[in-house]
């Protein structure tokens, strides 16, 4: 073979080579982290809150799409921060613990309370 034509195969043909090769590599990987259609794919969870002997319960069903759907009992109580209230402030008045509090409002910060913010009690 002609050192000139060895020479251009190799100025071309490794990049197109390795390009090939890493598209490969890539949708080896996608198709490995999709493990089927995504239509198919559902997750769904169950959380169960037990306040009393009659336990409230909350489902939370969540979807690949992103979609959340959240049920919460009829007789769930609801309390609207004022200005200085603190989570152990609205615990004492309503006979539960700062524990209780966090576990029925799993997004609130107990350390940034802001008034007219709705939190469960009960």
Sequence with gaps: MDPGRRRELTRYGAPALFL????VAVLL???GLDNGSPAESVVTSTISTQTTTTAPTTTITLTDSGTVSTTT???AQYYT???GDT????ASKYNTTVDELLTLNPGVDPSALQPGERIRVG
Excluded: E, H, Y
């Design 87 to 90: 989570l152990g402030g609205i």
């Design 81 to 83: 921060v004022q200005t």
């Design 20 to 23: 090939l090769a890493v598209t």
């Design 73 to 75: 009992p009829a007789n």
């Design 29 to 31: 990987v996608k198709a």
